[in-house]
């Protein structure tokens, strides 16, 4: 079975839930930018958690499907459209005719999709993933985005099939991102930690998957904003000299030596995910216990129960 694309999104990417364990020979472990998001598609077609799927970004492509199919969407809303008129909801079981085209446009909410197909997309992995790399090139289809007229394989289809839903994920009531201080905040001075901690920032139009760069108030950073080289997770708030922060995302680098103001916090990365160019954020402090407690909670909300329709 295949899934032919018959037009390209802005940047659609093959993603599972990545390659850990390589970092020693600097490649992230990348993959899904919101693991959650994937991991509820993959559950309403039938599929085991690590299957591959696809991640959208902004803008996505028109999907058609020769042999008929069944898939689901999480994620930003991209308002979903099917050839056959019937409706395609997120977070619900979709079953598409032989045939049939998904057709996915700009985002109404949020930033990326993601679309479980029954099966999985099965491309060949590398390093056990099949997450692309697109610093690396390597991984998903051909280490790049999705082209218009690629054909994806698609594994067996789930046997018997499912169809089911979740409830639509309940909006994020606090508009901060969740931070536990950095390896350097202690040495940033009392002028930055103020501004970094309350004020506004607009996550700019150079943000990609390697990174969020922030507009908004400039930080002096310690050493003039160059240290030695340390380890780096997604999420590090690294200051660089010209004091405007990044948040390193899923495909940064994995060592770097701008000082390290704060960490978003696990439970935030999918959020962080969801954050589009020009989306207003802040930051806010809270303790190693707490942050423990947000990522229960973000595991039992990927723990839903699915209803069985």
Same mark, same amino acid.
């Given at each position: 079975?295949?899934?032919?694309?018959?037009?390209?999104?802005?940047?659609?990417?093959?993603?599972?839930?990545?390659?850990? =364990?390589? %970092?020693?020979?600097?490649?992230?472990? @990348?993959?899904? !930018?919101?693991? $959650? +998001?994937?991991?509820? #598609?993959? &559950?309403?077609?039938?599929?085991?958690?690590?299957?591959?799927?696809?991640?959208?970004?902004?803008? =996505?492509? %028109?999907?058609?499907?020769?042999?008929? @199919?069944?898939? !689901?969407?999480? $994620? +930003?809303?991209?308002? #979903?459209? &099917?050839?056959?008129?019937?409706?395609?909801?997120?977070?619900?079981?979709?079953?598409?005719?032989? =045939?049939?085209?998904?057709?996915?446009?700009?985002?109404?909410?949020?930033?990326?999709?993601?679309?479980?197909?029954?099966?999985?997309?099965?491309?060949?992995?590398?390093?056990?993933?099949?997450?692309?790399?697109?610093?690396?090139?390597?991984?998903?289809?051909?280490?790049?985005?999705?082209?218009?007229?690629?054909?994806?394989?698609?594994?067996?289809?789930?046997?018997?099939?499912?169809?089911?839903?979740?409830?639509?994920?309940?909006?994020?009531?606090?508009?901060?991102?969740?931070?536990?201080?950095?390896?350097?905040?202690?040495?940033?001075?009392?002028?930055?930690?103020?501004?970094?901690?309350?004020?506004?920032?607009?996550?700019?139009?150079?943000?990609?998957?390697?990174?969020?760069?922030?507009?908004?108030?400039?930080?002096?950073?310690?050493?003039?904003?160059?240290?030695?080289?340390?380890?780096?997770?997604?999420?590090?708030?690294?200051?660089?000299?010209?004091?405007?922060?990044?948040?390193?995302?899923?495909?940064?680098?994995?060592?770097?030596?701008?000082?390290?103001?704060?960490?978003?916090?696990?439970?935030?990365?999918?959020?962080?995910?969801?954050?589009?160019?020009?989306?207003?954020?802040?930051?806010?402090?809270?303790?190693?216990?707490?942050?423990?407690?947000?990522?229960?909670?973000?595991?039992?909300?990927?723990?839903?129960?699915?209803?069985?329709?």
């Amino acid at each position: 079975m295949i899934c032919l694309v018959q037009a390209a999104g802005m940047l659609d990417l093959v993603q599972d839930l990545g390659r850990p =364990g390589y %970092a020693r020979f600097g490649v992230p472990q @990348g993959g899904a !930018a919101d693991p $959650g +998001a994937l991991i509820q #598609a993959n &559950r309403l077609v039938g599929n085991p958690l690590q299957a591959a799927g696809l991640e959208l970004t902004l803008r =996505g492509p %028109a999907l058609a499907f020769p042999e008929g @199919g069944i898939v !689901a969407l999480t $994620g +930003a809303d991209m308002n #979903a459209a &099917r050839d056959s008129g019937l409706a395609a909801p997120r977070y619900q079981t979709l079953w598409l005719h032989p =045939g049939e085209v998904l057709r996915l446009g700009a985002v109404r909410d949020g930033c990326r999709a993601y679309l479980g197909v029954g099966g999985g997309i099965a491309t060949e992995p590398v390093m056990q993933s099949r997450a692309t790399f697109l610093a690396g090139g390597f991984g998903g289809f051909a280490g790049r985005p999705l082209r218009t007229g690629d054909r994806l394989p698609l594994g067996p289809p789930p046997f018997p099939p499912p169809y089911a839903r979740l409830s639509l994920p309940a909006p994020e009531n606090d508009p901060a991102l969740r931070v536990i201080p950095g390896p350097q905040g202690p040495a940033f001075d009392d002028d930055a930690l103020l501004h970094f901690y309350g004020g506004e920032f607009r996550v700019s139009a150079l943000a990609d998957r390697a990174g969020l760069r922030l507009e908004g108030p400039r930080l002096r950073a310690p050493g003039g904003g160059e240290g030695p080289s340390q380890a780096l997770l997604p999420g590090a708030v690294q200051v660089p000299p010209d004091g405007r922060p990044i948040v390193l995302a899923w495909d940064g680098p994995v060592t770097g030596g701008y000082p390290v103001i704060a960490g978003v916090i696990s439970a935030d990365l999918p959020r962080l995910a969801q954050l589009a160019p020009g989306d207003r954020i802040s930051f806010r402090a809270v303790s190693l216990e707490e942050a423990r407690a947000a990522w229960q909670a973000r595991l039992a909300q990927w723990e839903a129960q699915l209803e069985w329709l």
